[in-house]
């Protein structure tokens, strides 16, 4: 990794990112994109997590794959959790990330050390904050009791159910806090061959503004991805992109599954899931592990629509037309995740695009033969101002597709 990059990663696993918290959690802006890169940040090279139901063509990285069938309805949630996606597993189970390149490095000296150190304090540092959220959500709640409560009575019999209104918000917070709690357990285990070790489930610091912003954020992402009051939004963005895919690879004259798609800033992973739905190899790509925790939610935990609930706008005290409209729920997913088609390869790397791709793709035989590359096609939604110099971007895109004729960016 280039010392300007590895400056860069470390900036912003301390939230000091340019701009302060663009990209990353993908709300803000209607983006998608990772906050930060590399090893430093968040996590060494790549890891993956795939859905995939035949033995995907893997670029070199880190893979997480779910076999092809269902567990069975006896065995239990807690059963099929158990199996840490090592080779096939049921849809639904959990498979950690490997990382093949991690085998072919050399022991680690003081500087490796130090990027190890600072990976383990990032991703302890987010599941703290997914734990700290219902603290840091009270103490706002309390604090506009505080105010209310500070002013004369007259004004206050002005709003008579602003307290009933504050209770009501409380409940939402406690049942949010629920769901980030589900969301982060066992994460710890998510990779394969990296252990992060004792993941202070007894101690809840505080978090920053900057991370409690993240979290907040990826709350309004489970609307627009997985959400059926997001359709709207998902149509106009995702569609598109969609739209130019099958246009350029149409299934009369492609076999979609020797197509492959790849998609950065993948955020959620509805997009690369929508994709894979259509039959095309797919895999996505996220830095942010705001994102990663809560996809890997999505995708291997839940297996049934409308399943879960969630308020996401609690946080927003202004500009709501009406108090019920900040207290209203929204249900996901809106599909079943485990819907996908037989066959069907889809798969999640976690990791900074630009580190992953550039070194996948330098080091990838087929630029070396007449093989294919191994992406046809590169699509994303509003992430190319979120992952660094454009000219960067763009030598990475040219590489991963160097051997074929056909391949597009979005």
């Given at each position: 990794?280039?010392?300007?990059?590895?400056?860069?990663?470390?900036?912003?696993?301390?939230?000091?990112?340019?701009g302060?918290?663009?990209?990353?959690?993908g709300?803000?802006g209607?983006?998608?994109?990772?906050?930060?890169?590399?090893?430093?940040?968040?996590?060494?090279?790549?890891?993956?997590?795939?859905?995939?139901?035949?033995?995907?063509?893997?670029?070199?990285?880190?893979?997480?794959?779910?076999?092809?069938?269902?567990?069975?309805?006896d065995?239990?949630?807690?059963?099929?959790?158990?199996?840490?996606?090592?080779g096939?597993?049921?849809?639904?189970?959990?498979?950690?990330?490997?990382?093949?390149?991690?085998?072919?490095?050399?022991?680690?000296?003081?500087?490796?050390?130090?990027?190890?150190?600072?990976?383990?304090?990032?991703?302890?540092?987010?599941?703290?904050a997914?734990?700290?959220?219902?603290?840091?959500?009270?103490?706002?709640?309390?604090?506009?009791?505080?105010?209310?409560?500070?002013?004369?009575?007259?004004?206050?019999?002005?709003?008579?159910?602003?307290?009933?209104?504050?209770?009501?918000i409380?409940?939402?917070?406690?049942?949010?806090?629920?769901?980030?709690?589900?969301?982060?357990?066992?994460?710890?285990?998510?990779?394969?061959?990296?252990?992060?070790?004792?993941?202070?489930?007894?101690?809840?610091?505080?978090?920053?503004?900057?991370?409690?912003?993240?979290?907040?954020?990826?709350?309004?992402?489970?609307?627009?991805?997985?959400?059926?009051?997001?359709?709207?939004?998902?149509?106009?963005?995702?569609?598109?992109?969609?739209?130019?895919?099958?246009?350029?690879?149409?299934?009369?004259?492609?076999?979609?599954?020797?197509?492959?798609v790849?998609?950065?800033?993948?955020?959620?992973?509805?997009?690369?899931?929508?994709?894979?739905?259509?039959?095309?190899?797919c895999?996505?790509?996220?830095?942010?592990?705001?994102?990663?925790?809560?996809?890997?939610?999505?995708?291997?935990?839940?297996?049934?629509?409308?399943?879960?609930?969630?308020?996401?706008?609690?946080?927003?005290?202004?500009?709501?037309?009406?108090?019920?409209?900040?207290?209203?729920?929204?249900?996901?997913?809106?599909?079943?995740?485990?819907?996908?088609?037989?066959?069907?390869?889809?798969?999640?790397?976690?990791?900074?695009?630009?580190?992953?791709?550039?070194?996948c793709?330098?080091?990838?035989?087929?630029?070396?033969?007449?093989?294919?590359?191994?992406?046809?096609t590169?699509?994303?939604?509003?992430?190319?101002?979120?992952?660094?110099?454009?000219?960067?971007?763009?030598?990475?895109?040219?590489?991963?597709?160097?051997?074929?004729?056909?391949?597009?960016?979005?």
């Amino acid at each position: 990794m280039k010392p300007e990059a590895r400056e860069r990663a470390r900036k912003r696993a301390r939230g000091e990112a340019e701009g302060g918290g663009g990209g990353g959690t993908g709300t803000e802006g209607g983006g998608v994109g990772p906050p930060g890169r590399g090893r430093g940040s968040g996590m060494s090279g790549a890891a993956a997590c795939a859905l995939s139901r035949k033995e995907p063509r893997q670029p070199p990285g880190k893979a997480m794959r779910r076999g092809g069938s269902r567990p069975s309805e006896d065995r239990g949630e807690e059963a099929g959790e158990e199996q840490r996606w090592g080779g096939e597993a049921p849809l639904g189970s959990e498979r950690g990330l490997r990382d093949p390149r991690r085998q072919l490095l050399a022991p680690a000296d003081g500087k490796e050390e130090e990027e190890e150190k600072l990976e383990r304090e990032h991703f302890r540092r987010i599941i703290n904050a997914f734990r700290y959220y219902g603290i840091n959500m009270h103490e706002r709640v309390n604090r506009a009791e505080r105010q209310f409560r500070s002013l004369p009575a007259n004004q206050q019999k002005l709003l008579p159910q602003f307290l009933p209104h504050l209770d009501k918000i409380r409940k939402c917070i406690d049942h949010n806090q629920g769901i980030l709690q589900s969301i982060v357990k066992d994460c710890t285990n998510m990779f394969e061959n990296k252990e992060y070790g004792d993941d202070g489930n007894g101690k809840i610091t505080p978090a920053s503004t900057f991370d409690m912003d993240k979290l907040k954020s990826t709350l309004k992402q489970f609307v627009r991805d997985w959400s059926e009051t997001g359709k709207p939004e998902r149509d106009s963005c995702y569609q598109p992109i969609i739209n130019e895919i099958v246009k350029n690879f149409p299934k009369d004259r492609w076999d979609l599954s020797k197509v492959n798609v790849l998609v950065p800033g993948a955020g959620l992973g509805r997009l690369a899931w929508e994709i894979a739905m259509l039959g095309y190899t797919c895999q996505g790509n996220e830095w942010s592990l705001f994102m990663l925790f809560s996809s890997n939610f999505v995708l291997n935990r839940c297996c049934a629509t409308n399943s879960y609930k969630l308020y996401p706008w609690i946080h927003q005290f202004s500009n709501n037309k009406k108090s019920a409209d900040q207290i209203q729920p929204i249900y996901f997913p809106d599909v079943d995740p485990h819907s996908l088609p037989p066959g069907a390869n889809f798969s999640m790397t976690a990791g900074d695009f630009q580190e992953i791709y550039s070194e996948c793709s330098k080091s990838c035989s087929c630029l070396k033969s007449q093989t294919p590359s191994l992406w046809n096609t590169i699509h994303c939604c509003n992430f190319g101002g979120n992952c660094g110099p454009s000219t960067e971007l763009a030598e990475i895109t040219f590489l991963c597709r160097a051997s074929i004729s056909i391949g597009k960016y979005s």
